[in-house]
């Protein structure tokens, strides 16, 4: 019969499971394994945009507002904005951001390789789709981001699709 | 129908408060707070009278009742525990030890029956009464941290559902995987028993599983340590204490 009183359980416990109780609140231990992050990020791709960038900050949601070209697109998900023909630039910009902040967070809300590849994407989105650099990173880097992306496990076909031909696009790739 | 032999780690709540009223004694300020600290770490304080005092053993809850009415309870003991000078837990100890060596000696001196061998068995002072003190000291508090979590995280008057939700996910993804030994659910399965709209409401969750546990664990340990550096000080202590008893095997 699992213990459900978890207060007597402590009481019982042995050191192992006390330390492990100490570590559970440390918020830089790792919250989701490595098998988890292939449904991660498809429901991180089907999650609203509006939803997670309307968490950035204040500013970021009365952004979202004034985006009327993008009332669209704010509604729908992660993924179709990548995939969309013709995505507003302002809100790859601010996918970008989001990405970013949560990259550079010890309590990121998203692990850090998910941030990553959002990252990755919304670069890749807008050279693609729209022909625009919305990042001052170096070609190099770039290359060395998508390439990490693309060998994710984790990362769907048609996600490492737009990853490569971002990457054939960047300057010194081969014709 | 036989109960079986007693069990040897005790509840906290092992004196019950029928008794503890009948104690008698004016407590210094008759304060709720001593009272419900004296309670809450009864459990080790009797572990480690037990491994200190073996032979003493058959009247182990008078003499813990008498060190609480005639020193826990009396003026100015509470004060003597000078925080910047040592831990509260070791001044406990101390303080208990020394209680049981006057009233041994207090005995010899006045010629009466006492163990002698009593007094010989402990000058060794070995290390394990001590440990076992502190690790029962710390099962205690975290018992006591999980179970003010559980309450104020399923207390209607807040923010619910997502209160509870944060109690289960903490619950699911961390303390069955610790006590029950089980693997926490896959991410895939959180996604419907939580409603979870994206990644982050679930990372969210956990946060806020983690920060309120923390945030009782300061309370739990502050109630004896003191504030800010002592508490910090404290968990760092305990936690270490553990870590290195984990590590033993």
């Known amino acids: 019969m699992p213990e459900r009183d978890y207060s007597e359980a402590a009481l019982r416990s042995n050191p192992k499971g006390l330390a492990a109780l100490f570590n559970s609140g440390s918020a830089t231990a790792r919250l989701w394994r490595p098998d988890e992050l292939t449904a991660i990020f498809r429901h991180q791709l089907t999650a609203p945009v509006l939803v997670d960038l309307g968490r950035l900050d204040l500013g970021a949601a009365a952004k979202l507002k004034g985006l009327t070209d993008a009332q669209g697109l704010i509604l729908k998900s992660f993924a179709e904005l990548f995939h969309h023909p013709t995505p507003p630039i302002e809100l790859l910009a601010m996918t970008k951001d989001f990405a970013k902040a949560n990259m550079s967070q010890p309590e990121s809300a998203l692990p850090h390789e998910i941030a990553t590849a959002i990252y990755y994407l919304s670069i890749a989105a807008a050279a693609v789709r729209l022909g625009e650099r919305i990042s001052q990173l170096p070609d190099a880097d770039l290359r060395r981001g998508y390439a990490w992306a693309c060998a994710q496990e984790w990362i769907d076909a048609d996600t490492k699709a737009l990853l490569l031909t971002a990457s054939g696009r960047l300057s010194g790739s081969s014709p | ?249």
């Not at chain 2, 005639?70 to 000078?82: I, T």
């Not at chain 2, 040592?86 to 009233?103: A, H, I, Q």
């Not at chain 2, 003190?133 to 104020?152: G, H, I, N």
């Not at chain 2, 920060?211 to 202590?237: C, M, P, S």
Request: aromatic content about 10%; overall charge negative; proline content about 7%.
């Open chain 2, 1 to 249: 129908m036989s109960e079986g032999p007693l069990p040897e780690e005790p509840k906290p709540s092992v004196f019950p408060e029928t008794q503890w009223t009948q104690l008698g004694g004016a407590a210094v300020g008759g304060t709720d707070d001593l009272d419900r600290l004296i309670r809450q770490y009864w459990a080790p304080l009797r572990i480690f009278f037990l491994a200190t005092f073996p032979q003493l053993r058959a009247d182990a809850d008078t003499w813990l009742q008498d060190f609480a009415e005639d020193k826990m309870l009396k003026a100015g003991w509470l004060s003597r525990a000078d925080r910047s000078r040592g831990r509260f837990r070791d001044f406990l100890k101390t303080s208990l030890r020394n209680f049981v060596y006057d009233r041994l000696n207090l005995a010899a001196a006045k010629r009466t029956a006492v163990p002698f061998d009593a007094v010989e068995a402990d000058l060794a002072q070995p290390a394990e009464p001590s440990e076992a003190f502190d690790l029962m000291w710390v099962r205690t508090v975290l018992s006591e941290t999980l179970k003010r979590m559980e309450a104020d995280c399923r207390d209607p008057a807040e923010d619910q559902p997502r209160r509870s939700y944060i109690w289960e996910m903490f619950r699911i993804r961390l303390l069955d995987p610790i006590f029950n030994d089980t693997e926490p659910p896959p991410y895939s399965e959180l996604i419907q028993r939580f409603e979870l709209v994206s990644p982050t409401d679930a990372s969210n969750l956990l946060f806020s599983g983690k920060r309120i546990f923390k945030a009782h664990l300061n309370r739990v340990i502050q109630d004896y340590a003191g504030r800010d550096a002592a508490t910090a000080g404290e968990i760092k202590a305990l936690e270490e204490f553990v870590a290195g008893l984990a590590a033993r095997g």
